[in-house]
């Protein structure tokens, strides 16, 4: 839509001749589409359904569609190249929204089955009539007399299944657009949901609000910043396309500096607050802990993935020309993200908060692989950011299924001993915090070493970075084995903590999670390949 | 090989159920797989040494060069050897060690088979990132070794050690590998053929790789993780810290030493730190009274005196180097599995309580004491004929000053001396210490080992024995590794006897000086408390370790407290510091001039007095109002500026928000909480300060930034012959940009009916409720009566002459509005101005007589009112194309109307109606939820704390019970 308005917008004066039919691939768009139709139907299902089986059939509708867009992913993946929009015939621009290329598609089946696996999260109900995880009446003041009564009434959030494909439509429409403006339309789309999501929390849900609260407010501000950056680059080029802003930028006289520099650092801004760079990192704690613990998990995974695949194609098709003036900005947020998140991590004593610190660290070391400027590199976050996504899902997914009285039992010292009372869920868990630490035969040891050695490879700059990352990975270390420790070796508290009995569907993200974190170490040899096969974005 | 591998890999997956069904009887069968291997080395001994190397190459990862790759050379020949035939002794001996009911045995069997695998692999890898793999592995697997007894936090604390700093020297090591990997190779093989020029780079990573190799090895200053690890069951010492993992820091440096022993920093890690080694580990042994920690310490120094001598870089050492890493292995196994017999048969390992254990148990005694005469260097085990080709190797540096000045080589003589002379002198204060019978100590009560308890010892010691016999012919077969070495004449074989030469007599003062030493232990003991430590590796682990942690509560504590404004104030500065100073030092400024009227800088002044008084007040109110202020004062500018379109609805957009403000501030205290003039409100003055100047510098330089033609330029034309209107502002909202228009008013649409059910979701389409339907019941006012509010309101509340003013002003109101809805196309107003205006008249009227009123004078729904608008705005849009036009095109009609006169009607008016429909119903909608909505839910929590305060007067005693815990 934006293409064919923004240039009839902008060129009043010289109105086109005749009107230029946009040029759509509705195969290679297919993927999109059929989620925001997933979407759609979500929402009529909401309205009409008798509530019932509006539960069932919220999740049967948001995981089928889901799947559907992942198979579909396979006849897009013939139809690369760019779409929704035009060639304009008198200049020789391509004026195109979208760009179907392999990080696009590729991001966009990672972000699919891993938010196949975070609905399946969501849905666990353990016997109750609507998810676990959200309460009943979210507009209610907590424990009013209001809430009382909705939850007596029986009353269910499964909005919360369309809210998740909705952001999963954003998350994948991310990565794919080919211009400022789109790119920003996706960024709220993605973000929106997930406001609401974080305040949806059943239990604590003071904390739930003041996180989502908190994540809306500085949402916004760094959401602005998008904007403003957006407005001055198109200062600078005169459009909002990636290709026409790297052509302008080998072409404009070096006095527009004034406009480029500013432009990319406030855009950067923007994007670097939704995967949780340090210094923009703050929301991160707060909201991974107050937010339902699916959605932190399903957060986690797919947003990282949705705002990496767009920082690669900022830094790679959009801002590629201008790389020296920007990069070293960069360098430094990913220094200082490594050092903040792993160093911080140290100290905390609850494990959701942990687990941010850790995303924290980890969005570091993805960056690292950024800042390779080369082909390795994009197959290097490709490859981090899958590994990673599966395995934080499970981890989060696991640490809804830890309980004490009927509420997750976060705190790290309830966590003691939970290896001699429940081996199988404390194994699956300290086997996370190995991939998480990077210990071979895990996919965190595969990724790491990936993205390390695409940044020694890049030269000096790139192996300090490297080095720092693996110090960082030391401290983290320290981090995970203690938590192995606690749960392995410790007594456990005198107040006993259970791990519920999950459902079929919990269960099986959370098997899938582990199994591709030992696939991914064992024989990563595939998605390596396809990853690296899927690095080269068009222009 | 990789069958080889697979044979652990597929035993320790086995072990859990052999443990379960066979129990201790399970450790003979496992002992198979190590011993399978240690027989495949046999059978291709001949192979390796005549240069047939085996290899093998399976693909696994090709994308990031990470394959299994194997190769048997000489060197991993050797430590493979010992890794597999300690490994399957030491399974034996598992077999009586352990008791029948130990509960965790299938754990241990499984991690210690999965143990001598990965050991395995790690010598037998030719890639790099395998041996890193390897490495990592043996560290994980090590660590669920050595906290095999999770009980006791002693335990737990020191497989928490050992595991950070091997996994630190790993990932250090991974830099290194990843560094030589990306520059030239993974493959060890072709490393080793065609060796990196000694750049930078490779020098890194060459340090890199050491501090891994040294960190394994238990070196200074990362040798304090080895003792600590003795919480291990002892077989686990006996392989682990003996024969296996220890030795994986060595096999590395005996693996580059042919090709970097020349790098720079080489010699002063292996060598300097080597020696210091040797001399702080026998130091410590000397003063234990646990005869496995003493080991242990002795552990450590013999690393220190093999690492130097693996990384000295000639022939003549890297034979020694071998010879020495067989011999350490041997009776370092040996004598840990003695301690564990002994330690079963006797229940202490304390030497001050053992004592007349060397007559009663000859078994194990005897080959103690083989590998303590080994360990002491003494002729003719296998210690001695190691250390003597040791002695030998330096001795020749020393004479030749290659590959380093001989002074070093002096030097590193007289360090070999003293840490042997030690060496000697705790190997006799063990012997002494487990097997003499000491005066004044009750013989210690034993229990007679099992004969198969002893007898992985007694193979060892008599290994220790047979390997110094046979030390001729032992060169041959290590010759291959010690010729790769670059420096150096070819090395004279091994052999027990050379002569008399230098070494030898070196050897007997050392020997000598060691047991004078021991034979003064009491006064040496004395002179050691007196010595304060040198070097306290762990008091520096735990250091860097307590720093990590306060330094993270710290930051934590500043930067994570929950605190908005500072989340929020990190975000800004980075604004201020990157695109602020950007667009500063890159930014072309345009010329500034600073006023056309001096009455801009008197608006611009008391604007930027209004803020800083925000920041100043206490109250809220009075903040509210500054901020309205500051907004005023832009709509003055845009009146001086010669904007009076801009200015009116800037004027009432902030009338409107100044409105919305009060009615929502009803609910909050009326101060800010915190107290005005605390420091975190000047920094944060100087923040905005800072953020203000940042984003005026954008701007200034935004704007000079223009190199074409602003498209504004066409507008006044365009406006007069497509839009038929004269103010071009209007003409644009509502022609030029009508699709902007358009698309905003629906967000707006949006945006209302989502805020007003987010705020109040219960009110939002309810009844109305007249205040003709409503009388209080205390009030009886007649009907009819023209104001309303004395009806609803408690008396206290009116105002008669607000209420009286209100009538006669509202319709007044609403006329203007109409008036700007109309003119606005030529005159300054338009629908936008004229809905607010509108608005403001019905907010007028809430405030005058509460709710009631309010839904007198607009008794309909503003979503109807909101959909309407939108219907109206879209269908004007749309009604061009039935005569043939464009969406939104604009048509005017002239006609005379009577009494009226001339009518200059344009189309676009329609779609000004549509707007102003949405604008009223939007501010019908705030007034409602914001007003209306928070007065019932005052008049609710009213009734609430009525009710509440009326149960809480009665039942006094609950209160003070109500101690809940």
Known sequence: MTAAVLPALSNLSTLPAAFQASEVNYVAVMPLFIVFVTALIGVLVEAFMPRERRHRVQVSVAVGGLLAAAVSIFWASSNLGLTMGLSDGSTNRSLFALAIDGPALFLQGAILLMGILGVLTMAERFGGVGPDAFTPSGASTPGSPVETAATRAGALTSEVFPLTVFAIFGMMLFPTTNDLIGMFVALEVLSLPLYILTGLARRRRLLSQEASLKYFLLGAFSSAFFLFGTALLYGYAGSVYFGDLSSAISTAPLAMNGLLLPGAFLVFVGLLFKVGAVPFHAWTPDVYQGAPTPVTGFMAACTKAAAFGAILRLAYVGLDTARWEWSNALVIVALLTMVVGSVLSVTQTDMKRLLAYSSIAHAGFILVGVLAFDRTGVGAVLFYIVAYGFSTIAAFAIVSLVRQNGAEATHLSQWAGLGKAHPVAASAFAFLMLAFAGIPLTSGFVSKFAVFSAAVGSGATGTVLAVVGVLCSAITVFVYARVIVLMFFSEAPAEKVEVVTPSAMTTFSIAIGTLTTLALGVVPASLLDLADRASQFVR | ?965
Not at chain 2, 135 to 154: D, F, K, M, Q
Not at chain 2, 742 to 766: K, M, P
């Open chain 2, 1 to 965: 090989m990789a069958q080889l591998l697979l044979l652990h890999l597929i035993a320790a997956a086995l072990a859990p159920w052999l443990a379960k069904t066979l129990r201790t009887k399970a450790f003979p069968l496992l002992a198979l797989v190590p011993a399978t291997a240690f027989a495949w080395l046999l059978v291709v001994a001949t192979d390796v040494r005549d240069g047939n190397l085996p290899t093998q190459r399976i693909p696994w990862v090709p994308g990031l060069g990470l394959d299994l790759d194997f190769r048997l050379t000489t060197l991993s020949w050797v430590v493979a050897l010992l890794v597999t035939g300690v490994g399957a002794l030491v399974l034996l001996y598992c077999t009586w060690y352990f008791r029948d009911d130990d509960p965790t045995l299938w754990r241990f069997t499984s991690v210690f088979t999965a143990f001598a695998g990965a050991m395995l692999g790690l010598v037998l890898t030719d890639n790099f990132l395998m041996l890193y793999v390897f490495w990592e592995l043996t560290t994980v697997l090590s660590y669920l070794l050595i906290g095999h007894n999770p009980g006791s936090s002693t335990n737990r604390r020191a497989a928490m050690q050992a595991l950070l700093v091997t996994t630190f020297g790993g990932l250090a090591m991974l830099v290194g590998i990843i560094a030589i990997g990306v520059h030239h190779t993974y493959s060890i093989s072709a490393l080793l053929a065609d060796p990196p020029p000694l750049d930078a780079v490779t020098v890194a990573a060459v340090v890199l790789l050491l501090v891994g190799a040294l960190s394994k090895s238990a070196l200074v200053p990362f040798h304090f993780w080895l003792p600590g690890a003795m919480a291990a069951p002892t077989p686990v010492s006996a392989y682990l810290h003996a024969a296996a993992m220890v030795k994986a820091g060595i096999y590395l440096v005996a693996l580059l030493a042919p090709v970097f022993a020349g790098a720079p920093a080489w010699h002063a890690l292996t060598l300097g730190l080597g020696l210091l080694t040797m001399i702080v580990g026998g130091w410590r042994a000397l003063r234990q009274h646990d005869i496995k920690l003493l080991l242990a310490y002795g552990t450590v120094s013999q690393l220190g005196f093999i690492v130097a001598i693996a990384g000295l870089g000639t022939k003549t050492a890297a034979l020694a180097a071998l010879a020495l890493v067989l011999a350490h292995g041997l009776f370092k196994s040996t004598l840990f599995l003695v301690v564990g017999v002994v330690d079963h048969a006797a229940g202490t390992r304390d030497l001050r309580r053992l004592s007349g254990l060397g007559r009663r148990m000859l078994p194990v005694s005897v080959p103690a004491a083989f590998a303590g005469l080994s360990m002491a260097g003494v002729i003719p085990m296998a210690g001695f004929v190691s250390k003597e080709s040791a002695l030998e190797s330096l001795w020749e540096e020393a004479q030749e000053a290659a590959p380093f000045p001989s002074i070093y080589g002096y030097l590193a003589l007289a360090a070999v001396v003293v840490g042997s002379a030690l060496t000697v002198a705790y190997t006799c204060r063990f012997l002494w210490g487990a097997f003499a019978t000491k005066p004044g100590v009750p013989p210690t009560p034993i229990t007679v080992p099992h004969p198969g308890f002893v007898l992985s010892p007694l193979l060892l010691g008599v290994g220790c024995l047979a390997l110094g016999l046979l030390a001729p012919f032992e060169s041959p077969w290590l010759m291959p590794y010690a010729v790769t070495l670059p420096t150096g004449a070819s090395p004279e074989p091994l052999a027990l006897w050379h002569g008399v030469t230098v070494p030898l007599l070196l050897s007997l003062v050392s020997l000598g000086v060691g047991v004078a030493l021991f034979a003064q232990r009491e006064a040496f003991a004395r002179a050691q408390a007196r010595v304060p430590a040198l070097v306290d590796g762990e008091r520096g682990f735990a250091r860097t370790l307590r720093a990590v942690d306060r330094g993270a509560v710290e930051t934590t504590a500043v930067t994570q407290r929950g605190s908005l404004p500072i989340y929020l104030a990190s975000i800004l500065l980075v604004f201020v510091a990157l695109p602020g100073m950007a667009a500063v030092t890159q930014g072309r400024l345009p010329e500034v001039r600073l006023w056309d009227n001096p009455a801009q800088a008197v608006v611009g002044a008391l604007m930027i007095a209004a803020a800083v008084l925000v920041l100043v007040t206490r109250r809220r109110l009075t903040a509210v109002m500054l901020v309205g202020a500051t907004g005023y004062g832009v709509a003055m500018l845009f009146v001086l500026h010669g904007a009076p379109d801009l200015a009116i609805t800037q004027m009432l957009v902030e009338t409107v928000s100044l409105v919305v403000f009060v009615l929502a501030l009803r609910r909050m205290p009326t101060k800010f909480t915190r107290h005005p003039d605390s420091p975190s409100r000047t920094w944060r003055l100087g923040l905005g300060a800072a953020v203000g100047a940042a984003v005026g510098v954008i701007a200034l330089v935004a704007s000079g930034g223009r190199t074409t033609t602003p498209v504004s330029v066409d507008f006044p034309t365009e406006a007069y012959t497509f839009g038929h209107g004269k103010n071009i502002v209007n003409v644009t909202l509502v022609d030029i940009r009508a699709w902007d228009t358009l698309g905003e008013v629906s967000v707006l649409v949006a945006a209302a009916t989502g805020i007003a059910s987010l705020i109040f979701v219960r009110t939002r389409n309810t009844r109305l409720s007249r205040a003709t339907a409503k009388a209080l019941p205390s009030s009886n006012a007649a009907r009819g009566t023209w104001l309303l509010g004395g009806r609803t309101m408690r008396k206290e509340k009116r105002s008669v002459i607000f209420e009286v003013v209100t009538r006669l002003v509202f319709h007044i109101m609403l006329a203007a509005s109409l008036y700007l809805l109309f003119a606005g196309h030529n005159q300054p107003g338009g629908g936008f101005a004229g809905g607010l205006v509108a608005g403001l008249a019905l907010v007028v009227r809430y405030l005058a007589g509460g709710r009631y009123e309010l839904d007198e004078a607009a008794p309909f729904d503003a979503g109807l009112l909101v959909g309407l608008g939108l219907l109206v705005a879209v269908g004007s849009a749309l009604a061009p194309l039935a005569f043939g036009g464009t969406i939104l095109e604009t048509t005017a009609v002239d006609f005379t109307l009577w009494p009226w006169g001339e009518v200059h009607l344009v189309t676009s008016l329609v779609f000004d109606i549509g707007v102003y429909l949405i604008v009223v119903g939007m501010m019908l909608d705030i007034v409602r939820s914001l007003g209306t909505g928070i007065d019932r839910q005052i008049a609710e929590e009213q009734e609430q704390d009525e009710q509440q305060q009326e149960t809480e007067d009665e039942p006094e005693e609950l209160q003070t019970e109500g101690a809940r815990p």
